[in-house]
């Protein structure tokens, strides 16, 4: 039943359409932002011109690739043609941010920019997917202390547990 639920969401099936189209090219530049520059450093603009090699166009195509992908979900996202909960999943929350947090020297001249409201929509999508993750790392905190998952309740009842504070029924799946 639920996966004909989702066949049926337009912003689901715009979303995975719209990552599958674009799959190829994001994970080529990723993988070529990867293998470039290891360790997880902060990747800035002066890093790419100044290095040694003669790829540098390369280089900056493939950062402004990963870069326009993005920011052409975060604009779809801000949108509603894109549904975030997919984009979280299919893209993920921990790598965007990674990522985002790699690229701010590219990033952050453009959100000085009052006309350019792409890199603002893609801050936002990442300042929401951190609230999310956070949001997340509380429940599973509430829900290893026996808590409820929803408001962090004391759980009460011998056989049918409920929230003290907001009287839901325990519920006995992870995600939820």
Same mark, same amino acid.
């Given at each position: 039943m639920h996966s004909l639920r989702i066949l049926q969401n337009p912003y689901l099936d715009k979303s995975l359409d719209f990552y599958h189209n674009i799959y190829k090219e994001f994970c080529t530049s990723?993988?070529?932002i990867e293998v470039k520059f290891l360790n997880n450093q902060d990747?800035?603009?002066q890093g790419v011109y100044n290095a040694p090699d003669e790829n540098k166009h390369e280089d900056?195509?493939?950062?402004r690739g990963y870069l326009s992908c993005m920011e052409r979900f975060a604009v779809g996202i801000d949108e509603e043609i894109y549904d975030f909960g997919v984009f979280e999943k299919t893209v993920g929350a921990v790598l965007t941010i990674h990522w985002f947090n790699r690229? !701010?020297?590219f990033i952050i001249p453009h959100l000085c920019d009052e006309y350019n409201l792409t890199y603002k929509k893609l801050e936002?999508?990442?300042s929401r997917l951190k609230i999310e993750q956070e949001k997340k790392i509380l429940k599973q905190?509430?829900?290893s202390q026996g808590l409820c998952?929803? &408001?962090g309740g004391k759980m009460v009842g011998r056989f049918t547990r409920k &929230? !003290?504070?907001c009287n839901r029924k325990e519920q006995s799946y992870v995600n939820s």
């Amino acid at each position: 039943m639920h996966s004909l639920r989702i066949l049926q969401n337009p912003y689901l099936d715009k979303s995975l359409d719209f990552y599958h189209n674009i799959y190829k090219e994001f994970c080529t530049s990723l993988n070529r932002i990867e293998v470039k520059f290891l360790n997880n450093q902060d990747i800035t603009v002066q890093g790419v011109y100044n290095a040694p090699d003669e790829n540098k166009h390369e280089d900056m195509f493939a950062i402004r690739g990963y870069l326009s992908c993005m920011e052409r979900f975060a604009v779809g996202i801000d949108e509603e043609i894109y549904d975030f909960g997919v984009f979280e999943k299919t893209v993920g929350a921990v790598l965007t941010i990674h990522w985002f947090n790699r690229f !701010k020297d590219f990033i952050i001249p453009h959100l000085c920019d009052e006309y350019n409201l792409t890199y603002k929509k893609l801050e936002f999508l990442v300042s929401r997917l951190k609230i999310e993750q956070e949001k997340k790392i509380l429940k599973q905190e509430w829900i290893s202390q026996g808590l409820c998952r929803h &408001c962090g309740g004391k759980m009460v009842g011998r056989f049918t547990r409920k &929230c !003290k504070s907001c009287n839901r029924k325990e519920q006995s799946y992870v995600n939820s």
